[in-house]
């Protein structure tokens, strides 16, 4: 009697074992493939795919500290930061002109960032030279901008080199 028991329970076991398993659940973090515009993007599970895609794959560098988002747009979860003058690559421009990023040529897709955040690397320093604030330069009418008027017939101006007042 104790042996069928023994030799049920086994038999129990090994069809237990058998039984198909359910599929992992996904997570965040699940690596997921998807086709846009005959381009294989590879990402995690959190980042929503773009429904449009427009292959760059050139190395950018970021003008300011970025937000990195999980999709195109304000709508999305914050992923993470790119620091200022980081180098990434733009794997392409998707919808809004939001550009699709990768650390790596090529890479995992690791989220959107806007489209003015970054800049072609090669283009970089000439955008920082353009973006300086320039000097302002003398004015040439004298009186035009330091001269007001006091009642109906009368002005003040403004001498620039001593900063005093002078009545008309």
């Not at 699709?100 to 955040?117: C, D, R, T």
């Not at 330091?146 to 009368?154: D, E, L, P």
């Amino acid at each position: 009697m104790k042996i069928r028991i023994l030799l049920l329970l086994l038999v129990a076991l090994f069809l237990s074992a058998c039984a198909p398993r359910s599929k992992p659940a996904i997570t965040d973090d699940t690596l997921v493939t998807h086709q846009v515009n005959g381009v294989t993007l590879t990402h995690r599970a959190i980042i929503s795919p773009p429904e449009q895609f427009e292959p760059i794959d050139v190395q950018y560098r970021s003008l300011y500290s970025a937000s990195i988002m999980s999709k195109p747009g304000y709508n999305g979860k914050v992923l993470g930061t790119l620091e200022n003058a980081t180098p990434f690559f733009a794997l392409g421009e998707v919808e809004n002109k939001w550009l699709a990023i990768s650390m790596e040529q090529g890479g995992e897709l690791i989220g959107y960032i806007q489209g003015n955040a970054g800049v072609v690397d090669s283009e970089y320093q000439a955008t920082l030279r353009k973006d300086r604030p320039r000097a302002r330069r003398a004015s040439s009418a004298k009186n035009a901008d330091n001269c007001v008027t006091v009642g109906k017939s009368s002005k003040a101006c403004k001498d620039t080199k001593s900063d005093t007042w002078i009545l008309e």
